[in-house]
């Protein structure tokens, strides 16, 4: 994967080379606290070539922080994470460079507001690979068209709907032609009638081949385009496998209680008669788990 | 003695334009006329106050206030940057400069420049350099503020994004950051440029040839001559060209932030 990119961080240790072409991310023992509070407990997994995973679970659970560790947005407390046999958190990796060979898509799109459609494309290929403004706006183009928003590229974010923001957010982490994508709940923030461009964008992403780590809530996507469900609950992996099993015949008690929430929020609210802000925290309580089981059933 | 609503609004409305009429009554009876018109309106004297009032007076305030602008502006940035940096010294700096030059007037920054440090260091420095220097380190200290206050405005998410792409930390705050900071801070900083052109005024304190004159001390000068304050107001209005446009642009800015968010 890596051998054209003679990077200094791709030479680092040797040791570490064999693990290179079996996997996309290694994440072993990771711990991430924010003062007092211990977001990620202990998490290990790893990511392959080519492998589409969906990280699911209640909010707070710390997929987003697990994403965001992958690449060091936010610093693990303990813990290694590496990428293709790079590991991100010994401290002489230049991040900045490693960086650049991870996309990653966030909630709230985070387009640059000052600059148009193509040079939110173009800003980081040329400060950051030194790509020519031809090369750079050629690639940005094709990738723009990629994701179904070419007229669009004289265009400021404002101008755009939320649909069309995440794809241009897509296509500008495309742009730098990264060997893995991450997704921060892509469509969390759109309108519902939008959800679905972006989901159509991200499927035929994973059927080039493109590995990717997608945090959502849609449900539907993760159990027809996943290769793998990971389920998180309180900074744990709960559960983990190819959605059929996961999704569709969960194993453990809270990640049933979890779908129930998700697939049926309505039904759940009914049964628990109170308030979702309830029905949240109160996530492992004895009428949840009956729910569970009558839907599992 | 009860009133309806209507009653009472249009009874309070009628003591508030009979106390105006009282006022406009009294002064324009009971005020000399002849005197005022005499001492500000004398045409003859606001005549003789052209071209010169502006080919010299006001191209002078503009050019000083733009040379404090322009150094202040630098200055103010690179504080800004200082009051936001990891290394505590450069913040104990920034803090320290800002809060000592917006403490002191800038009357005595101008004296102390202009007079203070030819004497102790025996150097002749360039009239035009003193205003730069003095006009801007007193903006600087405002700037700073207010330019820190902008940078902290644009979201985190900002930051994240131009990292995930792999621009470090000094090229995210060049590329993405600080043009973003400086939309924000547009308006104040406009306001800034305005009252940096009122403190221009303070450059007479430095003994001006004839040629560097700028508005006050050219409006002052007349009014010794002429014993008349016709000049006086000729150079209020000349301040007005420059800073009504500006007041206005500020508005047009601050209404276009509105709508963008």
């Known amino acids: 994967m890596s051998e054209h990119k003679t990077t200094a961080a791709d030479q680092k240790t040797t040791a570490a080379e064999e693990k290179a072409d079996e996997a996309a991310i290694r994440v072993e023992g990771l711990h991430k606290s924010f003062g007092e509070l211990e977001v990620l407990k202990g998490i290990d997994f790893t990511v392959r070539p080519g492998e589409v995973v969906c990280v699911i679970g209640p909010s707070g659970s710390g997929k987003s922080t697990l994403l965001r560790c992958v690449n060091l947005l936010e610093e693990p407390t303990a813990g290694t994470v590496a990428l293709s046999g790079t590991e991100l958190t010994d401290p002489d990796v230049d991040i900045d460079r490693v960086r650049r060979r991870i996309g990653m898509v966030f909630q709230s799109f985070n387009l640059f507001p000052h600059l148009s459609v193509l040079d939110n494309l173009t800003i980081a290929q040329r400060r950051v690979l030194g790509r ?8 940005g183009r094709a990738n723009l068209r990629r994701v179904g928003v070419s007229e669009k590229e004289s265009a400021y974010p404002a101008q755009l709907s939320g649909g069309q923001q995440q794809r241009v957010a897509i296509a500008r982490a495309l742009s730098m032609e990264p060997e893995l994508m991450l997704f921060d709940e892509p469509t969390s923030a759109l309108d519902p009638e939008l ?8 499927r035929r992403l994973a059927d080039e081949g493109m590995t990717m780590m997608v945090v959502t809530h849609e449900m539907s996507f993760a159990r027809e385009v996943a290769d793998r469900v990971v389920f998180m609950d309180g900074g744990v992996i709960v559960e983990e496998g190819p959605p059929t099993r996961v999704i ?11 779908l129930s929430r998700v697939l049926d929020p309505a039904a759940a ?22 729910e569970g089981d009558a839907l599992r059933g | 003695m009860s009133m309806s609503r209507r009653q009472r609004t249009r009874a309070v409305r009628g003591v508030q334009y009979g106390v105006l ?20 309106f004398d045409l003859d004297v606001a005549q003789a106050q052209f071209p010169d009032i502006i080919t010299t007076a ?9 040379l404090g602008f322009g150094f202040g502006l630098a200055l103010g940035l ?18 320290a400069y800002i809060e000592f030059f917006r403490g002191v007037p800038a009357l005595l920054v101008f004296i102390a420049l202009g007079f203070g440090v030819p004497i102790a260091f025996q150097v002749v ?3 035009y350099v003193t205003v730069m220097l003095a006009l801007g380190l007193v903006g600087a200290a405002y700037m700073a503020e207010t330019i820190r206050a902008g940078i902290q405005a644009v979201p985190k998410g900002q930051v994240e994004a131009a990292r995930s792409l792999g621009m470090s930390q000094g090229r995210a705050m060049r590329s993405i950051v600080i043009p973003q900071a400086f939309r924000i801070v547009l308006p104040p900083l406009t306001n800034e440029l305005i009252l940096l052109t009122k403190d221009s005024s303070l450059v007479y304190l430095l003994g001006l040839s004839l040629g560097q004159y700028e508005l006050a001390k050219f409006g002052r000068d007349a009014l010794n001559e002429n014993r008349s304050l016709t000049p006086i107001l000729v150079a209020g209005l000349c301040y007005l060209i420059i800073t009504l446009p500006l007041g206005h642009l500020v508005r047009r800015l601050e209404a276009r932030t509105a709508k963008a968010r």
Not at chain 1, 195 to 202: E, F, H, P, Q, Y
Not at chain 2, 21 to 40: K, P, S, T
Not at chain 2, 78 to 95: D, E, F, N, Q
Request: hydrophobic residues 50%; aromatic residues 8%; without cysteine.
């Open chain 1, 132 to 139: 020519t403004k031809d090369e750079a706006r050629r690639i």
């Open chain 2, 58 to 66: 006001l191209v002078n305030t503009v050019v000083y206030t733009l």
């Open chain 1, 248 to 258: 569709g015949d969960p194993q453990h008690q809270r990640t049933r209680t979890f």
């Open chain 1, 269 to 290: 609210s009914v049964t628990e008669a109170g308030t979702e802000a309830e029905a949240e925290a109160e996530a492992e309580t004895g009428a949840a788990a009956t």
């Open chain 2, 78 to 95: 690179i504080l800004a940057l200082m009051r936001l940096s990891s290394v505590p010294p450069y913040r104990w700096l920034a803090t």
């Open chain 2, 21 to 40: 009429a009282l006022v406009v009554a009294a002064v324009a009876f009971g005020a000399n006329w002849g005197e005022i018109r005499r001492a500000f």
């Open chain 2, 125 to 127: 420095i360039n009239q």
């Open chain 1, 195 to 202: 959800v679905g461009d972006v989901l159509a964008v991200m």
